[in-house]
Each structure stands twice: as structure tokens, then as C-alpha cells.
């Protein structure tokens, strides 16, 4: 992302803004989950939305399960409520059958912390766009953006990536303490507090030498070039 300029944008006045139409949203999250979008309960927070004109406009609280919002600038389950009024918008229009995700995110501004509700304004700025505004209950900013960039996944893609239970880009991948260390060819140490018998016992079974120190205090004290691999 890439900040915006210092000054503070206008607040959010009568709410909700004069002329705005309500936007049914019984079983919202239901639906949702229909269409590709898979939000556990911390990430439930859409309470209220209304249209008006392209604006869409709606009301996000923070579940109880959500934790202390005081430990983030923005809490993220917050940030991700305010975006699902485009998801219910794209719903209720029937546009497609791609699910669009927050992609791209410039000028970024966080004005105030620490919020558990929020006010939330979405304006459509051209192409794939959206301008976003957030204020507390009273309508004083708290965060905007003035560009976040969507990009449409099919749906059918998203939800076969979720049935595959991918967690991220990263994996654990185990490596045989023979091929790390051959024997004779390595020095260990491991602190006491981690040592295991499977652990060290290993290294023994292959002639790796071991070195047990009480902490890494005392491994730094001692030397810590002479060990090729610390187990801590």
C-alpha cells in the first residue's frame, strides 16, 4: 500500500445519509458462504447496510470473539466487515458468478485506534476501484483509502482452493538429521530447556556431536562459532 496525503478527510455527517435505501441482509452471511466466501463468526460484522445512488453505506461491529481491538491499528476483522457490503452489493445484483477480493490498496490512512464499531462508506472511483471511508459511531474518520483494487476470482477457483484446505503459501517440509548433518562433519548444541531424548539420542545414534547448554546465554558465552546448528 502506499500512504495518502496528511490531511484528514471530512467525516461522515447524518447517518444514515438522507435518501439511503436499507439493503435486506437476513441470512447474509449464509449466502455468502454460497457464493465462495467462507467468513467464520469473528469475521461476522456487517450489522446494517444501505444504498444510495453507487455509495454503499453500512454498519460493522466487532464479535466479542474478535479480541481486544486496542492490539491493531484497524482490528482486521473490522477492516475485512467493511468490505462485504461489495460482496452482498454483487450478490443482490446478480453480476457474474466471480467473487471479487481486495487486491490492491493505496492511499491508506489510519486517523483514530482503537475502534469496536465503525461507519463505513464505499464509492466506486472507476474501473475496479472503490474509494473507502471509516469512521467511529459519530462519524469522526478513522481510516480511509482512497484506492483498493478488486480482482475477480471465480468462484468455482476459490471454493476448490478452500476444499483443498490450503492454508497459506508456506509448508513444513522434514529433512533426515543424516542428510543435515553427516557424520563427524557437524556440531550441535541444544538448550536444556528443549532438550528431548528422541532429539538428542538421534544425534547420538548418527555420531553427530552434542553439546548441552542451560541457555543460549551460556552458549553465547561459551562460543558461539563453534556450533554449526543451535536447537532452541
Not at 452471511?29 to 454460497?34: D, I, M, T
Not at 482486521?76 to 467473487?99: C, F, K, N, Y
Request: aromatic letters at 6%; glycine letters at 10%.
Amino acid at each position: 500500500s502506499r500512504a495518502g496525503s496528511a490531511r484528514e478527510p471530512a467525516g461522515l455527517g447524518s447517518w444514515p445519509p438522507p435518501g439511503a435505501t436499507p439493503v435486506d441482509l437476513d441470512d447474509a452471511y449464509g449466502r455468502l458462504a454460497g457464493r465462495g466466501y467462507g467468513y467464520g463468526p469473528t469475521f461476522q460484522g456487517l450489522r446494517a447496510m444501505w444504498r444510495h445512488d453507487q455509495d454503499l453505506y453500512a454498519e460493522v461491529l466487532l464479535p466479542e470473539a474478535g479480541g481486544p481491538a486496542g492490539s491493531f491499528a484497524i482490528h482486521p476483522a473490522l477492516l475485512d466487515a467493511a468490505l462485504h457490503p461489495m460482496a452482498i452489493d454483487a450478490l443482490d445484483s446478480g453480476t457474474g458468478t466471480e467473487v471479487r477480493l481486495p487486491f490492491v490498496w493505496s492511499g491508506a490512512r489510519v486517523h483514530a485506534t482503537g475502534a469496536t464499531e465503525l461507519r463505513v462508506r464505499l464509492r466506486p472511483v472507476g474501473g475496479d476501484a472503490v474509494e473507502l471511508l471509516v469512521t467511529d459511531p459519530v462519524g469522526a474518520p478513522v481510516l480511509s483509502i482512497q484506492h483498493a483494487v478488486l480482482r475477480p476470482v471465480a468462484a468455482e477457483q476459490l471454493m476448490a482452493h478452500l476444499a483443498q484446505g490450503r492454508d497459506g503459501l508456506y509448508a513444513v517440509e522434514w529433512q533426515p538429521v543424516a542428510d543435515l548433518a553427516p557424520a563427524g562433519q557437524r556440531s550441535w548444541a541444544v538448550l536444556e530447556q528443549h532438550r528431548a531424548p528422541d532429539v538428542t539420542g538421534a544425534l547420538r545414534e548418527q555420531r553427530i556431536p552434542v553439546h548441552i547448554f542451560p541457555d543460549l546465554a551460556a552458549l553465547v558465552a561459551a562460543d558461539p562459532n563453534a556450533e554449526d546448528v543451535v536447537v532452541a
